[in-house]
Nanobody, 127 residues
Framework: QVKLVESGGGLVQPGGSLRLSCSAS????????VGWYRQVPGSQRDLVAL???????DYATSVKGRFTISRDNAKNTVFLQMNALEPEDTAVYYC?????????????????????WGQGTQVTVSS
């Protein structure tokens, strides 16, 4: 089972940027898609960005145009570049496999998480 470890979170002012990293213990190609999820206390864990094995991406409406997911296959690492951060982006961020239906384009609304979660990384946007 591939283990995922997130890093790169921190405290940033509104309008600032952060880059999150997710290191995998095995090959990311084992997943049809990988994504970033986020969770605030008392709420469910939401998928905000995904990238398929073929490199197709999709984003939640709330982050589209501000967040960019990318992947370094040689290093088995997934990144989330977050720009123009807002207080509403404050959450614990996790990466995980994204399970998608077969033979349909990868879309945020169709994604379900894999079973194994890392410890996450806290992002706090505050002045």
């Amino acid at each position: 089972q591939v283990k995922l470890v997130e890093s790169g979170g921190g405290l940033v002012q509104p309008g600032g940027s952060l880059r999150l990293s997710c290191s995998a213990s095995g090959s990311l190609s084992d997943f049809r898609a990988v994504g970033w999820y986020r969770q605030v206390p008392g709420s469910q864990r939401d998928l905000v960005a995904l990238m398929s094995r073929a490199g197709v991406t999709d984003y939640a409406t709330s982050v589209k145009g501000r967040f960019t997911i990318s992947r370094d296959n040689a290093k088995n690492t997934v990144f989330l570049q977050m720009n123009a951060l807002e207080p509403e982006d404050t959450a614990v961020y996790y990466c995980n496999e994204v399970i998608l239906p077969m033979d349909v384009p990868p879309r945020i609304r169709l994604g379900k998480p894999g079973t194994s979660w890392g410890q996450g990384t806290q992002v706090t946007v505050s002045s």
